[in-house]
């Protein structure tokens, strides 16, 4: 079956800019998260849901980090007012609650 | 809070045997996975240990030791399409997230 999908895949944006990221998960996978990973490292968790509800967003670095799941599937992560230090890979990951994740291929955000 | 150590890169020899070790300190415990990430990729899932012992898969094993806090992921008969960054990550029975804490990844370099 079909994987986690995210697009776009790359995004070069302006300081300043907001964008917006966006995944699907496995058709019927409870559980998304967002990573980050910067050049070199480990991904590093930023938000939880459990169907529409974000659970855990302790991980989101500033308030200009958002991020949603209106109807339990589909989820968009958004960046405001773009900083360089922005620049990383974003991975999506689902899972059958406490089951293993599965990541998608990310999206390579570079802030100009 | 965790902390994960594992070797920021490897060599080894097509056809010979590897051991990837990873370290970890967590207030609570609850599987540890590990990953294989080539560059520009999603993160692909490689194994799952939360009891002590050791699984094998294939190619693949991976070893864990809660009391000491201590995994390996062991690749024989390696191939060059086994060049990638193996990623150590654990989960934390404390957090209702089920959220991955990940090593900085380990690069493997596989040689003719």
């Known amino acids: 079956g079909a994987g986690v999908s995210q697009s776009p895949r790359y995004k070069v944006a302006k300081r300043g800019q907001d964008v917006a990221l966006r995944c699907d998960p496995i058709?019927?996978?409870?559980?998304l998260f967002w990573y980050q990973q910067a050049l070199g490292q480990g991904p590093e968790f930023l938000t939880y849901?459990?169907?529409?509800?974000?659970?855990?967003k302790s991980g989101l670095p500033s308030d200009r980090f958002f991020a949603e799941r209106p109807e339990g599937s589909v989820s968009t992560l958004k960046i405001q007012r773009t900083q360089q230090e922005d620049s990383a890979v974003y991975l999506c990951?689902?899972?059958?609650?406490?089951?293993?994740?599965?990541f998608g291929p990310g999206t390579r955000l570079t802030v100009l | 809070g965790q902390n994960i150590d594992q070797p920021t890169e490897m060599t080894a020899t097509e056809g010979a045997i590897v051991q990837i070790n990873c370290t970890y300190q967590?207030?609570?415990?609850?599987?540890l996975f590990w990953y294989q990430q080539h560059a520009g990729e999603a993160p692909t899932f490689l194994s799952y240990n939360v009891l002590d012992g050791l699984e094998e898969k294939g190619r693949f094993s991976s070893f864990l030791s809660r009391s000491k806090g201590y995994s390996y992921l062991l690749l024989k008969e390696l191939q060059m399409k086994d060049s990638a960054s193996y990623l150590c990550a654990v989960r934390d029975s404390g957090a209702g997230s089920y959220q991955l804490t990940f090593g900085k990844g380990t690069k493997l370099s596989v040689i003719p």
């Open positions: 058709s019927g996978h409870v559980s």
């Open positions: 849901f459990q169907n529409e509800a974000q659970l855990d």
């Open positions: 967590t207030s609570g415990f609850n599987g």
């Open positions: 990951a689902s899972s059958n609650q406490r089951d293993t994740q599965y």
